[in-house]
């Protein structure tokens, strides 16, 4: 076997009491994509570092073979001393790269390559750093959170773009569905130690379930064994004093490993501050418009929205999803058309740049709003403390100025304050970004089960599949459509496998100003192509009544069958297989059921359209 091209063997860091990294490794062969995943706070980001050569562990060992070129994705680039972005973005370039590589990544990641560095978004600074490190395709690829901040159609180039390339790859992402793409192998980086799964995320959390049972199971079977060898001690000492010195022995070794045991971290205990029912209608827009300059962001759109709707906003940046989303809930008045707001509405909203963290503040006085040690949730005071323990905050942490929390402990803060004020329609404007995959599973819950109205933007893939009931999307020219269902159902509706091309920047002077685009009259004139269901949508509404007929023929005669009384007594192994096979053949029934009538609904809409 090929000595691999990055290896770190029991790496040991501590920052402040508790180790950091704890005997973790990290190895990775050409052709390796490997996700790193852990909670918020367990050093991935860290690890990550030491792979790249940013940080020096305090023990172990770290290899990278000399011949190979290693670049690193951070969360916060370091753009200083370029005069523009392309030539940041060449700068990563060897001298046996091609120089059209930088152009042609940035053009997908939405930027030109003649921006001022310091002139950058936060978003746009990553993406910037994101097209230095893939531009020279290097051996090792080492990515922190590569999808924050990209829209939907640039996270699916992404996507693609990994998976053409040949580097090795080590990335971070709490994004389940691009893990579940780029990914063979992960890493779980839990409590300083690591453990090494060789297959790709899609298995992750259920072998991570298996080995926290496994874990706990131990612990409770090393409880047991003291207390049985302290009884030992109490009443069956014996004058065989070698033995008994070895015993005692090994019960202070149980109880040394039983007391230093590291827990996994719990759960946050994320619930919505409760409020008044909203009127039955919450907001309806009639005839709404927004235009900036001549680009139309919203055209003659209208929308009703009910109480217990939750409409996920999706689109590539630029589309107009905030501005949209500021028209309905009122902060924005429309050029054009009218928003009426329903009756007893109590907003909660959470914007994606968290504006209302001061870095200077301290959570203390960030969730009380700087009225002494208490916050009133659901009506009930309690200590900020206690209420900061069910979002993963330590006691400690009260004192401590938001500019010193992570990313994701941010995000979490931000969660606290506004799901402690009573709310009956959440607005949440990227709600995932930063948060750990457990935290976002109790989000995820959250906003499914929320007895009010939710309205979110989201470039989450997966968390607008479990959350949402319909889903708007852009059409081009101004128009947004709404469609049934989460993302993927949006998919399957328009017809197509993407959500389409990212809106164009504005070509702009060297002041700065917008230019015409000389293109525009001929764009305005291209049609959208006309949507039609697709072959394999076709062969599926033609094949599925005689898949529905045939499977309801199975269910009723292994209906039949277990109907006999005597046949458990005779054969009860074949009873509970029938029974089991009755079940999985009631299921696909059902899915298939759904599928037609999901399938015979768009037909019908394509022939009205």
Do not use: C
């Not at 402040?16 to 052709?31: H, V």
């Not at 978004?121 to 080492?142: K, V, Y």
């Not at 827990?263 to 235009?291: C, F, M, P, W, Y």
């Not at 819950?445 to 479990?466: P, Q």
């Amino acid at each position: 076997m090929a000595p691999p091209l990055l290896n770190l063997d029991d790496i040991h860091l501590t920052f402040g009491g508790t180790p950091l990294l704890d005997g973790a490794a990290l190895s990775a062969q050409a052709g390796d994509r490997i996700a790193l995943v852990g909670r918020n706070g367990s050093g991935k980001s860290t690890l990550l570092k030491i792979a790249a050569g940013l940080i020096e562990p305090q023990d172990g060992e770290v290899f990278r073979q000399p011949s190979a070129t290693v670049r690193y994705l951070p969360q916060a680039p370091d753009m200083e001393g370029f005069d523009t972005v392309l030539a940041y973005v060449e700068a990563g370039l060897g001298p046996a790269d091609d120089p059209h590589r930088a152009s042609y990544l940035l053009d997908n990641l939405g930027l030109t390559g003649g921006e001022l560095p310091d002139t950058l978004s936060g978003g746009e600074a990553r993406r910037a750093a994101l097209a230095r490190a893939l531009a020279p395709r290097p051996d090792i690829l080492l990515l922190d959170e590569p999808t924050n901040h990209l829209d939907l159609s640039t996270i699916e180039w992404l996507e693609d773009e990994l998976m053409r390339g040949s580097s090795a790859l080590v990335t971070i992402s709490h994004d389940r569905r691009f893990l579940e793409r780029v990914t063979r192998a992960t890493v779980w980086l839990d409590r300083g130690r690591t453990r090494r799964l060789d297959k790709g995320f899609a298995h992750f959390e259920t072998w991570r379930d298996q080995v926290l049972e496994e874990e706990e199971r131990e612990q409770h079977k090393l409880g047991r064994q003291i207390v049985r060898e302290e009884h030992w001690l109490r009443y069956g000492v014996t004058a065989r004093r070698k033995r008994n010195m070895r015993r005692l022995g090994e019960l202070n070794a149980m109880r040394q490993r039983h007391r230093t045991h590291r827990h996994a971290e719990g759960l946050a205990k994320i619930a919505a501050g409760d409020a008044a029912d909203s009127g039955k209608l919450v907001i309806e827009a009639k005839g709404i418009s927004k235009t900036y300059g001549d680009q139309p962001v919203v055209r003659d759109f209208s929308i009703r929205i009910q109480r217990g709707d939750r409409l996920g906003l999706v689109g590539p940046n630029g589309a107009g999803k905030t501005t949209l989303l500021r028209m309905l809930i009122g902060d924005l008045a429309p050029d054009e058309g009218r928003v009426r707001l329903g009756a007893n509405l109590e907003i909660a909203t959470l914007d994606q740049k968290r504006a209302s963290l001061d870095p200077d503040e301290t959570l203390q006085h960030y969730l009380t709003d700087g009225r002494g040690d208490s916050v009133v949730v659901n009506g009930e005071e309690r200590h900020v403390v206690s209420y900061m323990k069910d979002f993963l905050f330590k006691p400690e942490q009260a004192r401590t100025p938001v500019r010193e929390l992570s990313g994701g402990e941010r995000a979490r803060l931000v969660l606290a304050r506004i799901l402690a004020r009573p709310a009956n329609l959440l607005v949440l404007d990227e709600p995932t970004n930063d948060l750990d995959m457990e935290t976002l599973d109790l989000l995820q819950e959250l906003v499914a089960g929320f007895n009010g109205t939710v309205i979110l933007v989201s470039h989450d893939r997966d968390f607008l599949d479990r959350t949402v009931t319909s889903t708007l999307a852009p059409d081009g020219e101004g128009r947004w459509v709404e469609y049934a269902g989460g993302y993927s159902d949006m998919l399957a509706q328009r017809g197509t496998a993407r959500l389409g091309a990212r809106a164009e920047k504005p070509k702009v002077d060297s002041k700065g100003r917008a230019q015409p685009d000389s293109n525009a009259a001929a764009k305005g004139q291209t049609r959208s192509p006309s949507r039609k269901l697709s072959y394999k949508q076709k062969f599926a509404l033609e094949t599925l009544p005689g898949r529905i007929e045939e499977a309801t023929a199975t269910i009723a005669r292994l209906e039949t069958r277990l109907a006999d009384p005597d046949f458990y007594s005779r054969d009860a192994a074949g009873f509970a297989k029938i029974t089991g096979e009755l079940d999985t053949k009631r299921a696909e029934l059902a899915a298939m059921e759904e599928e037609w009538l999901e399938l015979e609904i768009l037909r019908e809409e394509l022939q009205e359209s």
